[in-house]
């Protein structure tokens, strides 16, 4: 018995059917790992924290240096700063200092939560493929026009070929609140999880298999 091949619609920018595309279900069409996904999302996120956040210890606040009074005899605890950390205007305890938040799952996890992420997708009837989407000037107007077609509205990630004519269609969604922008070979797990919808062009379709076969 034949089985039954992962196929998509190509739709133009108009949203007409133009013909069928068979996926590589080696990408497109495996069991979602959630563990893989969760994990490549979370590296994602920490990676764009700034780390900035700093604090002073009590060596880096100023004054301090006396005694505030004699060792013993005064009745009064033993004191050898104002700026230990008790203190008003003392040091902090444990408190943040500059550091870089990101790190790197190995590269068998990231192509499985990126193929675990393009299944799902699949799954949830979140992917269209067009064989293009080409405007003529840069013009957000034109862009609304070719979501309203394509029947996308909330959080929709459109993904091109680098080597795509892609200028005109960036520029104009770049005031699109509910459009994304990203290319086959920069493709993230963020991307996608902050997408109710994939749109992806039929040239990008084809590197992403390439890419992660």
Same mark, same amino acid.
């Given at each position: 018995? *034949?089985?039954?091949?992962?196929?998509?619609?190509?739709?133009?920018?108009?949203?007409?059917?133009?013909?069928?595309?068979? =996926?590589?279900?080696?990408?497109?069409?495996?069991?979602?790992?959630?563990?893989?996904?969760?994990? *490549?999302?979370? @590296?994602?996120?920490?990676?764009?924290?700034?780390?900035?956040?700093?604090?002073?210890?009590?060596?880096?606040?100023?004054?301090?240096?006396?005694?505030?009074?004699?060792?013993?005899?005064?009745?009064?605890?033993?004191?050898?700063?104002?700026?230990?950390?008790?203190?008003?205007?003392?040091?902090?305890?444990?408190?943040?200092?500059?550091?870089?938040?990101?790190?790197?799952?190995?590269?068998?996890?990231?192509?499985?939560?990126?193929?675990?992420?393009?299944?799902? @997708? !699949?799954?949830?009837?979140?992917? =269209?493929?067009?064989?293009?989407?080409? =405007?003529?000037?840069?013009?957000?107007?034109?862009?609304?026009? !070719?979501?309203?077609?394509?029947?996308? &509205?909330?959080?929709?990630?459109?993904?091109?070929?680098?080597?795509? &004519?892609?200028?005109?269609?960036?520029?104009? @969604?770049?005031?699109?609140?509910? *459009?994304?922008?990203?290319?086959?070979?920069? =493709?993230?797990?963020?991307?996608?999880?902050?997408?109710?919808? @994939?749109? *992806?062009?039929?040239?990008?379709?084809?590197?992403?298999?390439?890419?992660?076969?």
């Amino acid at each position: 018995m *034949a089985t039954k091949k992962l196929t998509v619609k190509v739709l133009d920018q108009t949203g007409k059917e133009l013909r069928d595309l068979t =996926l590589d279900e080696a990408v497109f069409g495996i069991e979602p790992n959630q563990q893989a996904m969760f994990d *490549a999302v979370v @590296m994602q996120q920490a990676s764009l924290r700034q780390g900035t956040a700093d604090t002073k210890g009590r060596s880096e606040v100023s004054g301090g240096g006396k005694k505030p009074w004699r060792q013993k005899g005064t009745g009064r605890a033993r004191q050898g700063s104002t700026r230990a950390p008790q203190w008003r205007g003392g040091g902090t305890v444990f408190g943040p200092t500059p550091r870089k938040y990101g790190y790197r799952l190995n590269r068998k996890i990231r192509r499985l939560a990126l193929r675990s992420y393009l299944s799902q @997708m !699949v799954n949830d009837n979140a992917l =269209l493929v067009v064989d293009k989407i080409q =405007l003529d000037a840069v013009k957000t107007k034109d862009f609304v026009k !070719v979501m309203n077609d394509l029947k996308v &509205d909330r959080k929709v990630l459109f993904v091109f070929d680098v080597n795509e &004519d892609w200028e005109n269609a960036w520029l104009s @969604m770049r005031n699109l609140p509910n *459009a994304a922008f990203a290319t086959s070979d920069g =493709l993230s797990c963020l991307d996608m999880a902050n997408a109710y919808t @994939m749109v *992806a062009t039929e040239a990008a379709v084809g590197k992403i298999e390439e890419a992660l076969k």
